[in-house]
């Protein structure tokens, strides 16, 4: 008597465990939001991106340091970035090895500096409102991941907005397409779209 087929009905959420560099940025990130939650003014002065800041004072550093500061008043803020680092940075991480992940996380994170920090001179308004407005956040450097990852397995299939089910490559477009727009008509409205353009730029 034949068996009857068997299906496996099981779905993984995720890429699965955590590996070193990602391990190593969601700690470093989840540190420093804690610390922000104690003192939010003074660590984002010190360690957010102030264009005028960075180029009046020297405080260079601020060109790197803004990726590991979130909003404290923002929880969705911290998690869906350190989700997104899971999600595409350990598949990356896989391919490319531990310091692979590492260079192309910081190149990223800077690229998105630079663009906010040159943005900040164009002489338009909405632009020169970036020069004394600090930035923080790890976008900038999660849709450079995002990009990497589409590029590296186009074909893998993402839920966008959590229900409809797309091929990476597609829904790379759409993320990129709802950020430059995005990026072009903002006005200080909160959200530095100018940073997700130049993560995707830099990636």
């Known amino acids: 008597m034949r068996r009857p087929p068997s299906y496996d009905l099981s779905h993984q959420f995720g890429p699965g465990p ?3 560099a990602v391990r190593a940025i969601i700690i470093a990130n989840v540190v420093v939001y804690l ?5 939010p003014e003074i660590v984002v002065r010190l360690l957010g991106l102030t264009p005028h800041l960075v180029l009046t004072s020297g405080r260079l550093w601020q060109m790197g340091t803004y990726a590991f ?3 404290p008043d923002v929880f969705g803020h911290i998690l869906f970035n350190m989700l997104y680092i899971w999600m595409f940075g350990v598949d990356l991480e896989r391919r490319w090895g531990s310091a692979g992940l590492a260079k192309y996380y910081a190149i990223t994170a800077l690229g998105a500096a630079t663009t906010i920090v ?24 999660v849709y450079g ?6 590029l590296a397995f186009p074909h893998r299939t993402i839920l966008f907005m ?3 089910p797309i091929r990476a490559w597609v829904f790379a477009l759409i993320m990129a397409a709802i950020v430059f727009f995005s990026a072009a008509g903002s006005g200080g409205n909160g959200v530095s779209h100018l940073a997700h353009a130049g993560g995707l730029i830099t990636g």
């Open 18 to 20: 955590w590996t070193p």
């Open 35 to 39: 610390v922000t939650i104690a003192a």
């Open 69 to 71: 500061v979130h909003d």
């Open 118 to 141: 040159l943005v900040s001179l164009l002489p338009f308004e909405a632009a020169r409102a970036n020069y004394a407005v600090p930035t923080i956040g790890a976008s900038g450097a």
């Open 145 to 150: 991941l995002l990009l990497a990852w589409a």
């Open 162 to 164: 959590m229900v409809i």
